[in-house]
């Protein structure tokens, strides 16, 4: 499969914000962002005049680094999202969101989406009672995640339910950390998606 394996830090100075790919290291002063907030590279320091491509282009790259997509796969959401019914960008980021590894980390049961991508990967995670090791899965409205049984005791699943209370779990899911459960009560609309994207500008990039 498929996936970046460079620096994640490189990426958020890229953006020159927080992505919040390290987990708890984007939280500590030990963040490349307080570290060194400008873009990496020998004209990183440089200030390149804002255009309009380079707006919309940028909003792009910071989207599909936020969830972990590659181009192609990216490029392939926004070609789904714009055959349906709605606004194109708002559908975009509920076909980012619905994804499986998504899910996993908005439920708070890792710390960041590469951890719950690799916690998919290794076969920890039930959809509906069988085993779905692909982290692009999607879910549907009424689905049951959870972890697999055998793996609940595991330390970063100990760590989880120890740390419930302090993250905010979206209102389209309903978590159950006893059990290491999650409801999918709803598709989530845009109101309920807190990354900070203008979508818009993605939609006006690969309208060109």
């Not at 708070?108 to 899965?137: E, M, T």
């Amino acid at each position: 499969m498929a996936r970046y394996t460079g620096a994640d830090c490189k990426l958020c100075r890229r953006e020159k914000m927080k992505l919040f790919l390290k987990g708890s290291k984007c939280e500590s002063a030990k963040c490349a962002i307080e570290i060194r907030p400008y873009p990496p590279g020998e004209h990183g320091r440089g200030r390149p005049k804002d255009t309009e491509y380079l707006l919309q282009l940028r909003e792009k790259q910071k989207t599909r680094r936020v969830y972990g997509v590659l181009e192609k796969q990216f490029r392939n959401y926004y070609e789904e999202a714009n055959k349906k019914a709605g606004k194109t960008g708002e559908n975009l980021l509920q076909i980012l969101e619905s994804r499986l590894d998504n899910v996993v980390y908005r439920a708070g049961f890792a710390q960041s989406r590469d951890a719950a991508r690799q916690q998919v990967r290794h076969g920890h995670v039930l959809v509906n009672g069988k085993k779905v090791d692909i982290p692009s899965y999607r879910v549907r409205e009424h689905d049951i995640v959870e972890i697999r049984e055998k793996s609940r005791n595991l330390l970063p699943y100990e760590v989880a339910r120890a740390q419930f209370g302090d993250k905010q779990v979206p209102a389209w899911l309903g978590v159950v950390p006893d059990k290491m459960r999650i409801l999918i009560h709803q598709l989530p609309v845009r109101q309920q998606i807190d990354t900070q994207v203008q979508e818009q500008l993605i939609v006006e990039l690969y309208s060109k």
